[in-house]
């Protein structure tokens, strides 16, 4: 058993607030997503999206590691964000995180979530990530957009959110606000994915709990982007009849994979509790 909520605690001065945070990741936010999209702005049409993200989620990283070393309190606080952990990642530790993870992303939540919002507005097809049609796909498109998902972007979102946020709530109001609100936080940068990426906030705010270090998460976070990704596992779902999607015949993955959710969320929740 570990104990979650005994962690240390790697901001405890107390100099840097969860507001200053916030609005200098707003201020990254916009600076990158402007600076992507001009750098990007003649790239060819096939890859510009994942080079626009590669760019973006690069920048924003390489800006969250520049204020990292320059605000005193947030570089003291590197050396235990970034430990060895209370112990090595398992296994079955892995494989229940991604089983939990998939499940939710492509069953409980689509189920749950989308599938009642597109029986309302079925013109929401495309916003909601459906396709009709697997698009062809270029290698450069490929391996920009891995390295975007895959490394750039969960450095910067666990450095941030569980790293800094979530640490700088649980201090100031109990380990389960600061879960909710760091998780909240992520769920809200990810826009109409929100409730989604609020409750997988959840799941890798328990990760760094467990293991006391923001290295399990991190690499969780990126082995999961890269095997959730659309290009991959997610064709396997999101690809429908636009005209059927009020349908719930042609949402049989979908009841399955949620039937699987919720004893695997039972077992995740075994192994991932704090104390």
Known sequence: MFAGSNIPEP??????????????????????????????????????QPAMELV????????????????????????????????????????????????????????LVLYPVLRWKPELFSLAGYVERVPEISPTYWLLWLLS????????????????????????????????????????????????????????????????????GTLLHGLYNVVATPLWFGFLILVKDKARIADIASWIPEIVLTLAFFPLLLFFWRRFRPA
Do not use: C
């Open 56 to 111: 973006a989620h690069a920048s924003a990283a390489l800006l969250i590691l520049f204020l990292s070393i320059v605000v005193p309190d947030l570089r003291r606080s590197i050396p235990a964000l970034y430990s060895r952990g209370a112990e090595a990642m398992r296994a079955t530790d892995v494989l229940a995180f991604l089983a939990v993870m998939l499940t939710w992303a492509y069953g409980a939540h689509r189920l």
């Open 149 to 216: 998902v895959g490394i750039m972007a969960p450095l910067a979102e666990e450095l941030l959110f569980r790293g800094y946020l979530m640490n700088l709530w649980r201090k100031r109001f109990g380990l389960w606000p600061g879960i909710l609100l760091s998780s909240l936080a992520f769920g809200a940068i990810h826009f109409q994915a929100a409730i989604y990426a609020f409750v997988t906030g959840i799941f890798f705010s328990l990760v760094y709990l467990r293991y006391g270090s923001l290295w399990p």
């Open 11 to 48: 901001l405890a001065r107390g100099t840097v607030r969860p507001g200053q945070i916030i609005f200098l990741f707003l201020v990254i936010f916009a600076v990158t997503g402007i600076f992507a999209y001009k750098v990007t702005v003649s790239a060819a049409p096939d890859f510009r």
